[in-house]
């Protein structure tokens, strides 16, 4: 495993030498989330470096998800949600009116806290997005899959039974197949909200395991309620609070510096267990 | 103690609609199994279907329902796809749309059937004609059929809308490939209730598809339904009893083949893709 | 806003589908008003409530006690069809042993195929004389009500079993881990969960039980009076209609079609108000 | 749904092409049984000629061969005085007989006692005579012919009528009466002799001491009765010659095997 302090070349994200040489790669200016006129979110300024993770921590509610799903616009979904600022994504404000979703979200993947494999085999869970993006030879396919499988590390358990239906598998192997499905798009960004609260301890440690491979390959950005988890593998992290029922970007650094000298009284007493 | 009383009241009320099923089932067994063979089957009707058989009936019912699944199973399933996916439930024409088609499916059979007779028949020029009955039906089961499929469509977990979208696939994609197989259960319940509605429907048809007994050439003659073909013969053809009993007998006989088809056809064409836990 | 190009064009594809369906209920109302339109224009529209009974060739329209007929006829049909109904569902969906479902999925299947002439049929040769040796004449109100909840049970049981079925598994899962007995979690955790699926259901069952004709034709009796008793024979708009239509002529055809007028605006009245009781109001 | 508009624009070419000696009936539910046999034995002895019934009451029949929809129209009822404008062609005679209940012990009503019991003046069979039960009146519908022919006959208004039961079609009237001891209902008499013949439970009521059957509705002697129309507005060699074929002795078979009696010519 490779620890957060030594520098590490970056696998697919070439220009980005190491992750101790931060470069934006997703930057977030005066970012504001409203539902239904009550603000949830007030001018959050961030920047999010390429082939780092940054861990969002904070207490319920502080609108660290509806942060999270900003960044590849799924709040969208959401009805009622309205979102003001900009977020640049390789140098273009995703929030224009005229941004190409399907292609923004391929490259922006997300998992979400609940795996949810589509209630299809496991192939075709994979294969599903693989052809959705226009390929369709099969044996391109099959070649993806199985890098993809090995990636996550479920090649080994799956690959005698790939046409077994996804809902069958655990709760871990659900999510790591979820993680699969994302980067088989090979995306730039993964977005994950509580990637590990799901799931019990043994899988929670595989799939933390997993995420923290991902760095320098991947820009990660995970939200998380497990202190721990997030000072073992966030590069940078960014802590949230309600002031005023209102969520608000309280601090951000690297995360060795926020874990260990929080500059804001909030953060540390957030961190120190004593409030939150 | 709850428990068991809660099941035994379960099983009391499921007891209770399988009897009456079967005093329905049994009664029509008593009546027309006697008159029931091979050569009922077919033969054509003859002395006003009190003689003879009812092959020329029976094609001309399946054909009908042809024409009815054929033109409501797409319509129904995109207006129920939009309704469920592709707008708010606050949208101004969807709750437009959705309003008609719960008063649609109050409005009585008998206009429907003069519906289908003004504008199929004579306004579209179709006459009476095994298609003109065939669409008038489809409009008839379009509401439970698509309210159904909502239902379903509605109820289908939400993380599987995420996903699809947090993959950058277009809406109709995971429509497609995962919300409708998922919503499967009650796309199937829609479409027994719209089978089962149009198999036994008959004022609809009387007006529309018509009375004449002959061996339908093509969608464009007339067709006598089984279900009209019942009612003449129980109502208005003194003697026509026995027969009609026999013919109400292969209408739930047919009844049962549809559904094992509809179940078949669905499992082909969804089922492979889908969980078998779900189903 | 921006759409993705598949659905850019799927969108108004599907919204064109729907609308044509809507459509056909403008049609169906516009066919009926031309065929009521010389009774519209040549009566005092008070008559067709004002008159008390309904001789048409005699230049009397009242048809208020048809439309309660038809209501009450509804309203005991839904009483008796939605509990059993819903029991249906939760037996298929949650008690019966996996063969069992099967088979009895089939049979409400088969019922709701059963065409209304054999059910009213029935009705009428083995019900209307169980009935008839202790209250005669034996078409009554009550009878066409309890016939016509037989024939939308399967409406309300498979919407219902729809509406379970499509419960999120981890609901039933969550249910479990908490260590609720089964009727609890039925009773309090499904039943609600499923609840705006179950009344859709229970509506559509209600607008059919309404509009249906062949089997109150045969069991209502066809009386035109205001019932004084759930044994009493009543008749129904849609019976009206069937009963008439055939040899009506002129005013009395007409007359016929404000019947159906009326019934059609009556569900109207009906879901716009079921709506308010829902709450989440579906179509305003 | 591309599929299925181009399947619905193909059937709809094809119904274009359709042949010239082709006859359309259209009208009364009573009469479309026996004309449908009739058609199919002129197709017989026509080869090329096709003759498509249809039913849906006297009203469409009226209603169809005024505006062209149909070549002819069947109407189970005498034209009425605004209807002058179509031509009577009368194939085949019906009569309208009192029933009750098989195990009913009456024998015979008075006209009087008839009409006393359709406007509920009487409400018991023992106030005639048979044992202590209550009667059910069983009317028909308005508009519906046998109704009018009842009304006139007894010189009532239906709504001076108080009955328990109102019924469409003939069999209704047979299988109401045939479920309830205590009921009284008047059907088409040739209907009624065969279900009485099959062992249907009613008894069908002299009237007049004149015995309802049909021999005493064929020689004339049976009071109540009504003709079985076809009606045009106006002939085509075709439709001529299929009503003077529904009129021939080549025909009298059918009609009789549908229980009613072949109009003498």
């Not at chain 1, 949830?40 to 319920?60: E, H, M, Q, R, W």
Request: charge should be neutral; aromatic fraction near 6%; glycine fraction near 8%.
């Amino acid at each position: 495993m490779i620890s957060p302090d030594k520098g590490f070349t970056i696998g697919q994200l070439t220009e980005a030498k190491a992750c101790c040489e931060p470069t934006p790669h997703l930057s977030v200016q005066n970012l504001s989330i409203n539902y239904h006129q009550k603000t949830v979110l007030d001018n959050v300024n961030l920047d999010i470096y390429k082939g780092c993770i940054t861990a969002l921590i904070g207490p319920s509610g502080c609108g660290k998800t509806s942060f999270l799903s900003a960044l590849n616009r799924m709040l969208d979904m959401t009805t009622g949600a309205t979102v003001s600022g900009q977020v640049t994504f390789n140098g273009e404000n995703i929030y224009k009116s005229d941004k190409d979703l399907l292609q923004l979200r391929r490259r922006v993947g997300m998992i979400f806290q609940k795996p949810n494999p589509f209630p299809l085999s496991i192939y075709r869970n994979l294969a599903l997005p693989l052809k959705e993006i226009g390929i369709k030879n099969k044996q391109l396919i099959e070649h993806k899959i199985e890098t993809v499988l090995k990636e996550v590390g479920l090649w080994e358990e799956v690959h005698h039974q790939l046409d077994m239906t996804a809902t069958k598998l655990s709760g871990g192997q659900q999510q790591r197949l979820c993680i699969a499905r994302a980067l088989v798009l090979q995306p730039e960004v993964l977005l994950m909200d509580e990637p590990c609260s799901a799931l019990d301890p043994i899988s929670s440690a595989v799939v933390e395991d997993l995420i923290v491979s991902l760095r320098g390959r991947y820009t990660v950005v995970i939200v998380t309620h497990n202190l721990a988890q997030a000072k073992r593998v966030a590069n940078y992290a960014a802590f949230f609070w309600m002031q005023e029922r209102v969520g608000k970007l309280i601090e951000f650094g690297r995360s060795q510096n926020l874990f260990e000298q929080p500059q804001n009284t909030l953060t540390a007493a957030f961190i120190d267990g004593r409030k939150g | 103690m709850a428990e068991h009383l809660f099941q035994f009241v379960i099983w009391c009320v499921a007891l209770l609609v399988l009897m009456v099923l079967l005093w329905l089932v049994y009664g029509l067994l008593d009546h027309g199994l006697a008159k029931l063979s091979f050569e009922f089957l077919l033969s054509e009707p003859q002395n006003a279907g009190r003689d003879g058989g009812i092959i020329s009936i029976l094609v001309a019912t399946l054909l009908i329902l042809a024409v009815t699944l054929l033109a409501a199973l797409p319509l129904g399933l995109a207006s129920a796809v939009w309704l469920a996916e592709f707008t708010a439930t606050h949208h101004f024409w969807a709750r437009k749309v959705r309003l008609a088609l719960d008063v649609m499916a109050g409005v009585p059979s008998i206009v429907f059937g003069l519906f289908g007779y003004a504008f199929f028949g004579i306004f579209m020029g179709m006459g009476f004609s095994v298609l003109s009955g065939g669409l008038t039906l489809a409009c008839m089961i379009l509401p439970v059929f698509i309210r159904t499929c909502e239902i379903g469509l509605r109820g289908v977990n939400n993380s599987w809308r995420q996903g699809a979208a947090a993959l950058g696939m277009p809406k109709i994609k995971a429509v497609w490939y995962i919300l409708l197989p998922a919503a499967m259960p009650a796309i199937s319940a829609g479409l027994i209730l719209g089978i089962g509605r149009a198999t036994a429907e008959t004022a609809a048809l009387m007006f529309t598809s018509g009375y004449v007994d002959r061996m339908p050439e093509s969608v464009m003659d007339s067709g006598r339904a089984l279900s009209v073909h019942i009612y003449d013969l129980s109502m208005n053809v003194t003697g026509g009893d026995a027969a009609a009993q026999a013919s109400a007998l292969l209408l739930l006989m047919i009844i049962i083949v549809l559904n094992m088809l509809a179940y078949a056809v669905t499992d082909l064409w969804l089922g492979r893709r889908l969980s078998n836990d779900l189903a | 806003m921006f759409q993705p190009h598949a659905d850019r064009i799927a969108k108004p594809l599907l919204a064109a589908a729907a609308l044509v369906c809507a459509a056909v209920l403008v049609l169906i109302i516009a066919v009926i008003i031309s065929g009521a339109w010389p009774a519209l224009i040549s009566q005092d529209l008070v008559v067709f409530i004002t008159d008390a009974s309904w001789y048409p060739l005699e230049g009397q329209f009242g048809m208020l006690s048809m439309l309660l007929a038809s209501l009450l006829v509804m309203m005991i049909a839904i009483l008796l069809a939605a509990p059993m109904g819903i029991i249906c569902a939760i037996f298929i969906a949650y008690i019966a042993p996996v063969r069992v479902q099967k088979i009895y999925r089939f049979a409400i299947a088969l019922l709701a195929g059963m065409p209304s002439v054999v059910l009213g049929l029935w009705g009428l040769t083995v019900l209307v004389p169980l009935v008839n040796k202790w209250s005669p004449p034996g078409l009554s109100l009550l009878l066409a009500g309890i016939v016509l909840a037989v024939m939308i049970l399967p409406t309300v049981a498979l919407t219902s079993l729809a509406a379970f079925k499509s419960l999120p598994i981890a609901l039933q899962q969550a249910a479990s881990a908490l260590g609720v007995r089964q009727h609890v979690q039925i009773l309090k955790v499904f039943i609600p969960a499923a609840s705006a699926a179950i009344l859709s259901g229970m509506l559509l069952a209600m607008a059919r039980a309404l509009g249906e004709t062949m089997v109150v034709l045969m069991v209502a009796g066809n009386v035109v009076q205001f019932p004084s008793g759930l044994m009493e024979p009543v008749r129904t708009l849609t019976a009206n209609i069937a009963l008439e239509m055939a040899y009506a002529t002129d005013q009395h055809r007409a007359a016929l079609f404000v019947s159906g007028l009326l019934l059609t605006a009556m569900v109207l009245v009906m879901m716009s108000f079921a709506a308010r009781i829902k709450g989440h109001n579906d179509y305003g | 749904m591309k599929l299925t508009l181009s399947f619905i624009c193909l059937m709809c070419l094809s119904g274009l092409t359709q042949a010239d000696n082709r006859l359309n009936l259209t009208g009364s539910s009573t009469v479309a049984p026996v004309v449908m046999e009739i058609a199919k034995r002129f197709e017989s002895v026509n080869p090329g000629v096709r003759v498509d019934v249809q039913t849906g009451g006297s009203t469409r029949g009226v209603v169809d061969s005024r505006t062209g929809m149909a070549d002819i129209g069947m109407v189970s009822r005498a034209l009425k005085t605004n209807e002058s404008d179509l031509t009577a062609h009368t194939i085949a005679r019906d009569g309208v007989s009192i029933i009750v209940h098989g195990s009913n012990d009456i024998m015979e009503l008075s006209e009087a006692e008839i009409i006393a019991i359709y406007i509920g003046k009487i409400t018991n069979w023992s106030e005639v005579g048979g044992e202590d039960r209550r009667i059910t009146v069983v009317n028909k519908a308005d508009g519906r012919a046998t109704l009018e022919l009842f009304l006139a006959h007894f010189s009532l208004k239906n709504s001076q009528i108080k009955a328990q039961a109102v019924i469409g079609d003939n069999q209704q009237g047979i299988k109401t009466v045939s479920g309830n001891p205590g009921a009284i209902g008047y059907v088409s008499i040739g209907a009624a002799e065969y279900e009485q013949s099959v062992g249907t439970s009613i008894k069908l009521l002299p009237m007049n001491g004149v015995a309802a059957n049909m021999q005493t509705l064929a020689n004339g002697e049976f009071p109540i009765s009504r003709p079985l129309n076809l009606v045009t507005k106006s002939l085509t060699p075709l439709s001529q010659q299929f009503i003077e074929f529904a009129q021939s002795p080549a025909v009298a078979d059918l009609i009789k095997a549908q229980y009613f009696v072949p109009a003498s010519r």
